[in-house]
T-cell receptor, first 112, second 110 residues
Framework: GENVEQHPSTLSVQEGDSAVIKCTYS??????FPWYKQELGKRPQLIID?????GEKKDQRIAVTLNKTAKHFSLHITETQPEDSAVYFC???????????FGKGTSLLVTP | DSGVTQTPKHLITATGQRVTLRCSPR?????VYWYQQSLDQGLQFLIQ???????AKGNILERFSAQQFPDLHSELNLSSLELGDSALYFC?????????FGSGTRLTVV
């Protein structure tokens, strides 16, 4: 499938700081970009998503930006809390379909 | 509870064997997606079924196969198992955009 590159692979921040995770994709037909959070031993859960006709979307402390020209999108978490510690995955659709290709994940650690 | 049910939760089997993983999607969802999660490969898309038909295919090995039944539950069959097939296998279901994952089946091949 098409590649989704994600970085950094690990990120450590202090409580209250912001965290930014970036992803790039290769399929110009991709039109939906969700972010999932996976806590240890649990299933991935959708936390925010954005469609190709939108440049930015915000939900409380979480925001996602999309640059279709550059084929990259980012997750921003502000005022981080210890419970934000988890692995975060970005994803992009395979073309205009609904199947998702995932990045390899970012392990976020928020220290008190 | 996400509404996506996967069984069994854990499976231990020997190399060369065959196993079947089962997934029941959320009520109303027609699509089922299968993913393999290993430590170094993240979430690898295997295959998608929509209302009984194969819709999209990812990096699924020839030793693996899947199907979706009229009641919309799906099964992932893994055969001639190798040590490297040990992983967490997730099923997800969805309507249009975005989908919900089940709790996964942890497969250990010994």
């Amino acid at each position: 499938g098409e590649n989704v590159e994600q970085h950094p692979s690990t990120l450590s921040v202090q409580e209250g700081d912001s965290a930014v995770i970036k992803c790039t994709y290769s399929d110009s037909a991709s039109n939906y970009f969700p972010w999932y959070k996976q806590e240890l031993g649990k299933r991935p859960q959708l936390i925010i998503d954005i469609r190709s006709n939108v440049g930015e979307k915000k939900d409380q402390r979480i925001a996602v930006t999309l640059n279709k020209t550059a084929k990259h999108f980012s997750l921003h978490i502000t005022e981080t809390q210890p419970e934000d510690s988890a692995v975060y995955f970005c994803a992009a659709t395979q073309g205009s379909g609904y199947a998702l290709n995932f990045g390899k994940g970012t392990s976020l650690l928020v220290t008190p | 509870d996400s509404g996506v049910t996967q069984t069994p939760k854990h499976l231990i089997t020997a190399t060369g064997q065959r196993v079947t993983l089962r997934c029941s999607p959320r009520s109303g969802d027609l699509s089922v997606y299968w993913y393999q999660q290993s430590l170094d490969q993240g979430l690898q898309f295997l295959i998608q079924y929509y209302n009984g038909e194969e819709r999209a295919k990812g990096n699924i090995l020839e030793r693996f196969s899947a199907q979706q039944f009229p009641d919309l539950h799906s099964e992932l069959n893994l055969s001639s198992l190798e040590l490297g097939d040990s992983a967490l296998y997730f099923c997800a279901s969805g309507g249009d955009y975005g989908y919900t994952f089940g709790s996964g089946t942890r497969l250990t091949v010994v």
